[in-house]
Structure formats: structure tokens, C-alpha cells
């Protein structure tokens, strides 16, 4: 993916974001297969999900979505918030509004919300750290977020088990086996990074 770098009326200093690198497309292919994987399963097991942990999960879907495509988002178009802002609130909605439309207009409410607050604090951090450890911070928030959408997954189905009568698919047999091999997989991609970048000065070099 290659993205056109420009710069600022005012001649600062901006950061040009060359191609997408192995770990930044796993990230991103991470991310949105724990998403989608969510959604799908409460949309499924909508009956037996109660309204409050729809919320719980429209809610952390949206915020999730948001703050991490705002952070590479911010990164990327560094130098232009409004782009990178807008962008990250439109996935941040568009997730949100998903992950709730299975259980009910309150949670379809939630997920907007948090997807928007989401967005524009990821492409806000974004943006600031843009110039100084922008592959440091892809990387710590990546982490984290993989991390609470696991737990969300987990939140999800052990709150359909205790409302379902029947056996219910289960991703968590091995937990401590799924968190370690996601932990080793990013700390091998570390050392990529997960963008290639080059810096541009005043007068474009």
C-alpha cells in the first residue's frame, strides 16, 4: 500500500508511509478476524445474550476498532488529523453498529458511541507520537487491543453458556496456549515494524 506524502502549509517536517510490511497487514488481519469472529458468534447466540453484555460487547468491538485504526491511521496521515479522525470514526461506527445490531437499538446506541470516542482518541495519539516511536505505539496498542478482544470473546461465551441450555462452540478450551502464541507472533513481528518509514524534510529529501 503506498501512500501519497505531503506536506504542511506551514513546512514542517512530515513522515512519509512507504508500503504496508508483513506484520502491519498481520495486525490488521488479526484485529479484524477477532472482530468479525465476535459478531458473528453473539449474532448467533443472540437469544441467550442479555442486554447488558450486548452492551458490554458493542461497546468494546466499537472503542477497540476505533482506537486501533485511529493510532495507524494518525500515523499514516500524520500532519492531517481531520482525515485520519474521520476515517477512524467511520470504522469505529461502522463496527460499533454491527456488533450491536444483533442484540437491540441500546447496544447499537453504545457501539456508536464508543466507536466515535474510540476513533478520535486513536488518531489523535497517532498523530502525536507520529514523529517520534510511531512503530512502538502500532505495537502497544495492537497488544492490547488483541488482547481485551479476546477477553471480550471469552466475556461472550461464558455468558451464553450460563443462559443456553445446550452445548455451546467453544474458542477457549486452550486460553493460555491462544495468548501465549499471539504474544510470541508479535514479538517476532517487532522487529519488523509494523510500517516503513521515511522522513521527509523541508525541502522533500
Known amino acids: ?59 468494546s468491538l466499537g472503542m477497540s476498532a476505533g482506537i486501533l ?38 447496544a447499537v446506541i453504545d457501539g456508536i458511541l464508543s466507536g466515535l470516542m474510540g476513533g478520535m482518541m486513536g488518531a489523535m495519539l497517532g498523530d502525536m507520537v507520529a514523529m517520534t516511536r510511531p512503530n512502538a505505539i502500532i505495537n502497544i496498542i495492537a497488544v492490547l487491543i488483541t488482547m481485551v478482544l479476546l477477553l471480550v470473546l471469552y466475556a461472550a461465551e461464558e455468558s451464553i453458556r450460563k443462559q443456553a441450555n445446550h452445548q455451546i462452540l467453544s474458542f477457549f478450551k486452550y486460553p493460555f496456549l491462544m495468548i501465549f502464541t499471539i504474544v510470541v507472533l508479535f ?14 524534510d523541508k525541502s522533500g529529501h
Not at 510490511?21 to 447466540?45: E, G, H, K
Not at 500524520?78 to 474521520?86: E, P, V
Not at 514479538?187 to 521527509?200: M, S, T
Open 187 to 200: 514479538l517476532v513481528l517487532n522487529y519488523i515494524g509494523p510500517l516503513d518509514f521515511h522522513f521527509l
Open 69 to 106: 485504526m485511529g493510532t495507524i491511521l494518525g500515523v499514516i496521515f500524520h500532519g492531517d488529523l481531520f482525515k485520519s479522525t474521520i476515517y477512524a470514526i467511520m470504522i469505529g461506527l461502522v463496527v460499533g453498529f454491527l456488533a450491536g445490531l444483533p442484540i437491540g437499538l441500546p
Open 1 to 59: 500500500m503506498r501512500v501519497n506524502s505531503e506536506y504542511n502549509k506551514s513546512g514542517q517536517t512530515k513522515i512519509g508511509v512507504e508500503i504496508m510490511s508483513i506484520s502491519l497487514f498481520f495486525i490488521l488481519l488479526l484485529c479484524a478476524t477477532q472482530v468479525t469472529t465476535t459478531i458473528i458468534y453473539v449474532a448467533y447466540y443472540r437469544n441467550w445474550v442479555t442486554k447488558m453484555n450486548g452492551m458490554m460487547i458493542s461497546m
